[in-house]
């Protein structure tokens, strides 16, 4: 693998000024942090691949949608999927590394397989992602047509061939050149391959007379610019179908590099028995309206399930005839300069729905992908398989107009061995969105399959977050998270962690702890530090509605009891509904989650509560990746006292006399059952068990909190937040020694108050 290449997070850096937080994201409050981690409100991340460079021919900005194409500042502009390059469907390489056997250490997508086969050499510059297209650009120049190629990894411009079909008319299709193995209606072909370029005859496979057209590389920004003479081919002002591939490239033959069964260091694998594979691992001008996705009904998702939004590329290469995608390209619009995203047309940039967003990451770890030993599985940290900066996410935008008040967002984490795309064409996704004026729906890649959201994998959650704040209207008190399984995990941790970001929480099957829980033991392989259940005090503030299965084969019930159990005894209100059929996947193949999104509802973040708990877990952060905690509503920069032994935690438990008004009373546990119904199985039953609170009585109003800490050395308080000043009175209950700040008083002023 390349050397380890790391981009350093604006707040690792030399001191740059605040950035500018878009108001979709929740608003800071006084002196305490703003909810969640540092990282979501840095400043978006530029990444070479989506940049211009300054005084070149290109101005456009890039789409950032997958699957789409827009016509912008006189550019044609397509928008490929990120980590698509799978090629054909022929036969899986038995060592294929995405396909590793099962296990919370595994890099293995055993829920998310992708319809291609292809795999890659493993010698360098290869990175498990060398064919895999981000963007294809055309501009029409005074003497020349330009075409830019973006590619995710570009290490060694030698190993990769581009090849773009020109013109030709439909049901007419001709072989590429260059044993590709693929056909295409074409007039012309343009070959790209290291610094070269060839453009052919379609019909009689002969070089073009006049100059070659001239190639430039640019390693840096992952980009080859092409401009073919218009003494070679002149589009004037004429409608030109495209059509394009991208595929390894053999210096030695001077032809495509083919797959064969199984991958060596210098061979690509995936083509099973296959005599003459198809040479294509990504294919271009592939639509959103053309790759089907998970849940949509028809025979190519019951045969291919389309995580990756690539089954119709790969079932087309293995007819090897692509004449389905491609492009008609309006040059007459371009030389008018003409902007249109095309909204609503089948080409072009989605406004609402299911699709796939790009994101520049503040992270990079070398180029490509790295599924042979990308595996995680840990609590100490996970870089995650995805390497490179540029990494995909799932949204689902509400139809209609944007709301007044901004659409909600609901984080839905995905599960272990799947990816991004599991909830989309899934009602766990559209249930979830049409919830009052309508709810923004994200699932993050998480680095890959198998992050448990440590780490870069955690990370991943919160720049998607900040990106989808960038760029949308969101009411950032109307936030919710949910997650399927590890996602579940994911959703424990996250509220535990950062309470004061979600209004409510919805797990189904998630385990509580990393990996397999059975209690007395600890969590395997994640350990204590792993372990929700130790934590759940934060979660005062943040109802929630928990499912589970009794014969759940790899979350045993006893460590979910246990979970419930611990809400429980603290008198937090919850619903755990304990299903009695069926195994981990149940829920997620009958595909309903209507009482999950009733439970979700349309509740406000409540930020400044008058009783705030929180139980710090320290060895949740990563400070390098800006996802530190230690804060919660108006209680802040929380220290342990004793950090040597074990998993330790510190739990601070505040409640401020200043809001008149004390602790609701939380009833008793109630017990019932039922079925649920509407989905693919007629009825699953289920026993309940939940708590809910009644009104919050009055109480006479006074200037004073009253404190208990554990295993805490130091904690602030944001006066004016919690409605008391410096002159407050604290009743502390603590366990060794504690220092208490009030900020935020009247005046700027603050105190330090010394316990224990």
């Known amino acids: ?77 397509y928008q490929g999927y990120l980590y698509d390059d799978h090629g054909a469907k022929e036969i899986t390489d038995p060592n294929n590394p995405m396909h590793a056997p099962g296990g919370d250490s595994s890099g293995g997508d055993l829920f998310s397989a992708p319809t291609g086969t292809y795999d890659y050499p ?126 390894l490239w053999d210096e030695a033959t001077g ?16 083509a099973g028995t296959a005599a003459n594979p198809p040479a294509f691992f990504d294919v271009a001008f592939r639509f959103n309206s053309q790759e089907p996705v998970p849940g949509t009904p028809g025979p190519e998702t019951t045969a291919n399930p389309a995580w990756w939004r690539e089954s119709a590329q790969a079932q087309a290469l293995a007819t090897g005839n692509i004449s389905q995608f491609h492009a008609d390209v309006d040059f007459g619009a ?84 799947a990816n991004y795309n599991q909830f989309s064409g899934s009602r766990n996704q559209s249930q979830f969105s049409a919830r009052g004026p309508g709810s923004i729906v994200i699932t993050p890649s998480g680095r890959g ?109 006893a460590g979910v009891l246990a979970q419930v159990a611990k809400l429980d005894s603290l008198g937090y209100r919850y619903e755990f509904d304990q299903f009695q059929a069926g195994e981990h996947l149940t829920l997620a193949l009958n595909d309903e989650y209507k009482p999950a999104a009733e439970f979700l509802g349309t509740e406000a973040v409540d930020r400044n509560p008058p009783h705030v708990t929180y139980v710090y877990n320290p060895s949740m952060d990563f400070a390098a990746d800006g996802t530190s905690a230690g804060h919660a509503y108006w209680a802040y920069g929380v220290t342990l006292r004793e950090t040597s032994a074990g998993a330790p935690l510190g739990t601070v438990d505040v409640r401020s006399q200043g809001f008149g008004t004390a602790d609701p009373p939380a009833g008793e546990t109630t017990h019932g059952a039922g079925a649920l119904t509407g989905g693919t199985i007629p009825a699953i039953p289920y026993t309940s068990q939940a708590k809910s609170w009644g009104p919050a009585p009055a109480a006479p109003a006074a200037d004073a909190l009253d404190v208990g800490a554990t295993n805490v050395a130091s904690f602030s308080i944001d006066a004016r937040r919690a409605r008391v000043d410096c002159a407050a009175a604290l009743h502390v209950s603590t366990d060794g020694p504690l220092q208490v700040t009030l900020t935020d008083c009247p005046g700027g002023r603050s105190k330090t108050f010394s316990f224990g």
């Open 1 to 77: 693998m390349p050397l380890c290449v790391v981009i350093v997070p604006s707040w690792l850096a030399t001191p740059a000024p605040a950035a500018k937080v878009p108001r979709s994201l929740p608003p800071a409050e006084g002196k305490a942090p703003r909810p969640g981690p540092p990282v979501l409100y840095q400043r978006p991340a530029t990444a070479p691949q989506l940049e211009n460079v300054k005084g070149s021919i290109w101005k456009a900005p890039p789409i950032l949608v997958s699957g789409a194409s827009a016509y912008r500042k006189g550019e044609f502009v």
């Open 122 to 247: 493993t010698a360098t510059g290869y990175d498990e992602n060398a064919a895999d297209l981000v963007e294809l650009r055309v501009k029409p120049l005074a003497k020349a047509t330009a075409v830019r190629i973006t590619l995710n990894t570009l290490e060694n411009p030698a190993l990769i061939a581009t090849a773009i079909a020109i013109g030709g008319s439909e049901g007419e299709p001709h072989p590429f050149p260059f044993g590709a193995n693929v056909s295409a209606p074409a007039q012309y072909f343009l070959t790209i391959h290291g610094e070269t370029a060839v453009l052919s005859d379609a019909s009689t496979g002969e070089a073009v007379a006049g100059p070659a057209p001239s190639v430039s590389v640019d390693t840096a920004h992952r980009q080859i610019t092409v401009q073919v003479p218009h003494s070679e081919w002149n589009p004037g002002t004429s409608n030109v179908r495209l059509a394009a591939g991208v595929g």
């Open 255 to 270: 032809k495509y590099l083919l797959p064969v069964a199984t991958h060596s260091a210098t061979q690509p694998g995936g």
């Open 334 to 417: 371009l030389k008018a300069k003409t902007t249109d995203d095309m909204p609503g047309q089948p080409t072009g940039v989605p406004q609402t729905g299911v699709f796939d967003r790009i994101l520049a990451s503040h992270f990079a770890e070398g180029q490509g992908a790295d599924y042979a030993t990308g595996g995680c599985g840990s609590s100490a940290g996970c870089i995650g398989a995805l390497r490179g900066q540029l990494q995909p996410y799932a949204i689902y935008v509400p139809s209609g107009p944007t709301p007044a008040s901004g659409y909600g967002l609901t984080l839905l984490l995905h599960s272990l061995s």
């Open 449 to 557: 399959p198998d992050g448990w959201y440590y780490d870069h994998a955690g990370a991943d959650t919160f720049e998607v977050w900040a990106d989808v704040a960038a760029r949308y209207s969101l009411d950032p008190s109307f936030t919710d998270i949910a997650g399927y399984s590890m996602g579940g995990y994911g959703t424990y941790k996250f509220t535990s962690q950062f309470p004061d970001l979600f209004a409510r929480a919805q797990p189904t099957v998630g385990p509580p702890g990393l990996g397999v829980w059975v209690p007395p033991g600890e969590p395997q392989p994640g350990g204590n530090r792993s372990l929700t259940e130790r934590m759940l005090g934060s979660v005062r503030n943040v109802p929630f509605e928990i499912w589970n299965e009794t014969t759940d084969e790899l979350v045993p019930i």
